[in-house]
């Protein structure tokens, strides 16, 4: 008879609806690919950390992302996620679908391990490009068509030249510790990746700093980036 009350029909206590203190919330609510969402939630992932929750869903609509954030506030799966999602599965057209660059051989073997962890129930085919290893080792990773390449600049220069590497197929493309990239002096090695790369791919880097170096970077490299800065917290 229009009579509030917090009983339902039944006589149970109604829910109350509860103000999202979790907005983006968990892995599940993300709608990502099952075979990606079965391995983070195997992994023990299950609540997005603060830079992952404001990044995953603007690249993951396609957007070219700026992420700002400490050293341990979880940036690999947060540029891991969107392209596991985008790739899903191994494709046999010739040629990297999405590029990981990053500073040290150390970061991209660590990178490419979360990588290999998060499309454990895929095909998806990773290979790791870094100096220090056998360049007939790397032509072979190479030939074996991966979807996705974890490289330092350096290496991957050095590969396009011998192999003549096309990086026309690379859909997404990620500069990871973008700062350290440039303290390492990785700039031309950079602008030399960036030229073979198509206008159509999509861009996003990642930095724990963001100086005026990397910001024009990103201007001039990426398409109407949206920036994702978190401060102390996280
Ligand atoms: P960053 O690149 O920002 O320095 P990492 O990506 O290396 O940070 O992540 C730091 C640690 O946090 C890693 O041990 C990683 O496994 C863990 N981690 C990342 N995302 C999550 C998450 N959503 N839930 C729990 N732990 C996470
Ligand atoms: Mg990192």
Do not use: W
Not at 20 to 33: A, C, E, R, V
Not at 69 to 77: C, D, P, W, Y
Not at 222 to 233: G, H, N, S, T
């Amino acid at each position: 008879d229009g009579k509030l009350t917090d009983k339902d029909a039944n006589g149970h206590k109604k829910k109350k609806a509860k103000p999202n203190k979790n907005p983006g919330g968990t892995f599940q609510s993300l709608d990502l690919y099952p075979s990606l969402l079965r391995a983070l939630l195997l992994r023990g992932f299950r609540l997005p950390t603060p830079i992952q929750r404001r990044s995953i869903p603007l690249a993951l609509a396609g957007r070219d992302v700026v992420a700002m954030a400490r050293t341990g506030s979880g940036k690999t799966l947060a540029f891991l996620i969107p392209i596991v999602n985008k790739l899903k599965a191994h494709s046999e057209r010739v040629g990297a679908r999405a590029l990981i660059l990053e500073p040290t051989r150390e970061l991209a073997v660590q990178t490419a391990k979360v990588a290999k962890e998060v499309s454990k129930y895929t095909d998806l085919r990773i290979a790791v490009v870094v100096g220090g290893e056998g360049l007939e080792d790397q032509f072979e990773a190479m030939a074996g068509n991966p979807d996705i390449v974890v490289a330092t600049p350096g290496r991957l220069v050095h590969l396009i030249i011998e192999m003549s590497l096309s990086l026309s197929t690379v859909e997404a493309v990620v500069y990871d510790e973008a700062d350290r990239l440039f303290e390492l002096g990785f700039a031309p090695q950079l602008r030399e990746i960036q030229h073979r790369l198509s206008p159509n791919r999509q861009t996003s880097l990642f930095s724990a700093t963001l100086p005026s170096l990397l910001v024009e970077f990103a201007r001039a490299g990426l398409r109407d980036p949206v920036m994702v800065r978190l401060e102390a917290e996280g």
